[in-house]
């Protein structure tokens, strides 16, 4: 039976830690603070942001939503953005995607200043990332990984690890981060020939595939770790990853579940974004 990574462990961990960094920042006057900006009403959106604000009053962060309707202008989203990236007293931005039609997503979302940038929607963020410099910050389900894996004591440096996905919100990000760290990594995706075979030989998968269920038993070896960061919905209406883990979990040493796994840890990852975005307005020498 395989070891499950579980996410509220790692969750309550970082939320332990931001909440002491927290105190830090408002004795010196600085209360971090997350900005929403929800264009519409999606179910998706609004569960996302019911356990982002949750997450972040547990730490002492405050939250300041920004909520359009479905049909506002363009001109109107990129008011918004302007407003948040004049107001000093908000440290971070996180702003609901796709967006619709109407608006030119791609513009709105340069819009935002890096430093504001919470969850890398902007190229500026992504240069960061994969230049190594501390422009913006890494995408949180990205984040989301690297945090599981250090919470439960895997030591990355030399370590082989395939990455199923190649978009900019998972797969590309988490690749460069895990080189960052020294692992010797194996970027996959759907169109990989032999795509099980190269996932054997990794001690760590990564799967950010968003195919329910294309990972299986013949996908995965003995003392493996698994992260899955799938989220869909199969037949039945319940939520599965993109690795069958009734067939998974038997072979591997140890795999996150879905739910419960690197989507709770997420917002707390934004949580933590958003205190290092104001510790560096109040300058590295104080935090």
Excluded: W
Aim: some cysteine.
């Amino acid at each position: 039976m395989a070891k499950i990574l579980k996410g509220a462990p790692v969750a309550a961990a970082l939320s332990d830690a931001l909440t002491k960094r927290v105190k830090r920042l408002k004795k010196n006057g600085i209360m971090p603070t997350l900005a929403i900006v929800r264009v519409g009403q999606r179910d998706s959106d609004l569960a996302y942001e019911r356990g982002a604000v949750k997450r972040c009053e547990t730490a002492g962060i405050e939250v300041r939503r920004f909520v359009l309707s479905e049909d506002c202008s363009q001109e109107c989203l990129l008011k918004t953005i302007r407003q948040i990236n004049d107001d000093s007293k908000i440290h971070g931005c996180l702003l609901f995607r796709p967006l619709p039609k109407q608006i030119d997503e791609r513009l709105v979302c340069g819009a935002l200043l890096p430093e504001k940038d919470v969850d890398c929607i902007t190229s500026g963020s992504l240069c960061g990332v994969f230049t190594g410099s501390q422009t913006g910050f890494p995408p949180c389900t990205a984040q989301a990984c690297i945090e599981i894996l250090d919470h439960y004591g895997y030591v990355l440096k030399g370590k082989r690890v395939s990455v199923i996905g190649r978009s900019l919100v998972v797969g590309k990000p988490v690749s460069m981060m895990l080189q960052s760290r020294n692992a010797t990594v194996t970027m996959c995706h759907t169109k990989t020939e032999n795509l099980a075979a190269r996932c054997r030989e990794a001690e760590i998968l990564i799967v950010a595939a968003g195919r329910a269920g294309i990972v299986d038993e013949t996908f995965v070896s003995p003392g493996q770790t698994v992260i899955d960061v799938g989220i869909n919905t199969d037949a039945g209406g319940h939520l599965c990853g993109d690795v069958r883990f009734d067939r998974v979990e038997s072979v591997v040493a140890s795999i996150t579940p879905v739910p419960g796994g690197v989507g709770t840890v997420t917002s707390s990852v934004l949580a933590k974004h958003v205190v290092e975005a104001a510790e560096k307005q109040l300058g590295e020498e104080v935090c």
